[in-house]
């Protein structure tokens, strides 16, 4: 019987060399005439420890890493294909702190399953919520998503369920699903994993999408640079067959613009257009994907809907506190230990995120500033690291939960630099449809080099620019870029001296 061993065919996993690992254990055990079965798999995000190898033996899956492919003769030598100890050998990593403690919903298959066998990922209890919907007519299925409490994982937070409605309740002979999977925020990374590690879970949770909103069409609009995701996504979606039903499904790929990440300019790019944010109304839920009502909503979005589905919508809203309810993978990145993805409910502390799970700053200075939620979200100091995961809670102190990245700096960064590099962002990704966003930002730029060059007087003048910035502009692009730089200008004056 052939011995069953994970390597990750996730893209940090590759940058970090699996594609070699891959290649040494196969080709060492093909030499040594030990049968084995190499499945790519997608990564747990402990990603100091990629590329990890998992070995499935008679009792437990046995890991190793970090793995390179100097080391698999060393690992054969030590019988790793048995659970053989090795200087590498990490046990059964599900039971490690940094797993243990987490509760995994939505990411909970990820690493754990073959991303494109259908059958796998039934076995490990995929498509029950496809079952459950198929049994429902469309408004129970809607309210089921209303009473979990879901909001929109992609930043604004707005409630899933009712937005569904809205498409539900209008009349149209044609109406679309779609999936924003144009992941652009530095420090994000959730969305691709899970397309590359069980993208299955995508395609089920925008077929019970298109159940409860009576669409069949759906579209999926995949960062540009995500090739591996997209084609995780085609052969997932080859090995599908007729499982979806009349569901279909449309791989799109993305612009390379971060405003296509905005619905409208969205939408626009898939029509064929170039990416320019919409005016609403109308809103897309009416009007949308060529004219007609259309659900959009982000990857873990969707890929929630299943748990719901299948575990009923009190098991999620049992989750989080407030109205933040359910699960959220937090990407930790930056000047951070141990960078990678945690999946917990709402509830718990950015500190505890920061050290009990990324163990402080990898440069092991003090952690100054955390930006959270991509580029146009706050950076937030020492002093609110308390601040508890919830969206109301941070939209108290002046920031977004957003897509749930979190950015760590210590305490050697420039904080006017870094609001500088907001406005130049803004300046480089407008769409440049509205002036206070498309004029603003590049006036934003000249002013706080003004400014870091000694002229303080111009710091009102930054400040009215915000303004004008966060009331006139037509979408979040404009609106947003201000969040971090008013946050770095509060919290961090002495930057800007």
């Known amino acids: 019987m052939s011995i069953t061993i994970y390597i990750p065919g996730d893209s940090a996993a590759k940058a970090l060399g699996a594609d070699g690992v891959a290649v040494a254990v196969s080709t060492t055990a093909l030499r040594q005439k030990i049968d084995v079965k190499v499945v790519r798999n997608g990564s747990r995000g402990l990603f100091w420890l990629e590329p990890m190898v998992e070995v499935v033996t008679d009792q437990r899956r046995v890991a190793y890493g970090p793995v390179t492919d100097a080391d698999v003769p060393s690992l054969f030598k030590a019988n790793f294909t048995d659970g053989g100890g090795h200087p590498l050998c990490l046990g059964d990593i599900e039971a490690s702190p940094y797993l243990y403690k987490q509760h995994r919903v939505t990411m909970s298959r990820v690493g754990v399953v073959d991303p494109l066998s259908l059958s796998d990922y039934q076995a490990h209890g995929g498509g029950k919520g496809l079952a459950v919907a198929k049994q429902l007519a ?35 002979t044609q109406k679309y699903i779609v999936c924003n999977a144009d992941e652009g925020d530095s420090g994000t990374f959730s969305d691709r994993m899970l397309m590359e590690g069980d993208p299955f879970c995508l395609l089920e949770g925008m077929a019970i ?20 995701a997209i084609a995780a996504l085609d052969a997932a979606l080859n090995a599908a067959g007729n499982w979806l039903g009349d569901f279909k499904i449309e791989v799109r790929k993305a612009a390379g613009a971060y405003v296509c990440g905005e619905e409208t300019a969205l939408l626009e790019s898939i029509e064929g257009k170039r990416g320019i944010v919409r005016s609403k109304p109308p809103l897309p839920a009416i009007s949308g994907l060529f004219g007609q009502p259309t659900v959009i909503n982000n990857v873990i979005s969707l890929a929630s809907v299943p748990d719901i589905l299948a ?60 930006q959270v939620g ?124």
């Open 138 to 172: 469309p408004a129970e299925i809607v309210q089921m998503v209303i009473d979990s409490g879901l909001r929109g994982r992609g930043g604004a937070a707005f409630p899933t369920g009712i937005k569904w409605k809205t498409v539900l309740d209008t009349a149209a």
């Open 311 to 370: 575990q009923g919508a009190t098991v999620y809203r049992d989750l989080g506190v407030g109205r933040s309810r359910g699960t959220l993978p937090f990407q930790l990145a930056g000047n951070i230990k141990f960078g990678g993805l945690i999946e917990v409910p709402f509830g718990c502390t950015l500190r505890e995120l920061l050290y009990d799970y990324g163990g402080g700053s990898r440069s092991g200075r003090p952690l100054r500033a955390v």
């Open 374 to 497: 991509g580029p146009l979200g706050a950076y937030l100091p020492e002093s609110q690291f308390d601040t508890v995961l919830d969206y109301e809670a941070f939209a108290a102190v002046g920031a977004v939960l957003g897509h749930g990245g979190i950015v760590a700096f210590d305490d050697s960064v420039d904080m006017a630099k870094q609001a500088r590099y907001a406005m130049k962002f803004c300046a480089l990704e407008s769409c440049g449809k509205c002036t206070p966003c498309r004029i603003g930002s590049t006036r934003g730029v000249e002013v706080i080099d003004r400014i870091r060059n000694g002229a303080r007087g111009q710091i009102p003048l930054l400040r009215d620019l915000c303004d004008t910035m966060t009331y006139g502009s037509l979408c979040a692009m404009g609106s947003m870029t201000p969040y971090p730089v008013l946050s770095a200008l509060n919290h961090f004056p002495e930057d800007f001296q």
């Open 209 to 228: 999408t298109g159940l409860a909103v009576g669409a069949n069409k759906g579209y999926i609009y995949v960062r540009s640079e995500y090739p591996h």
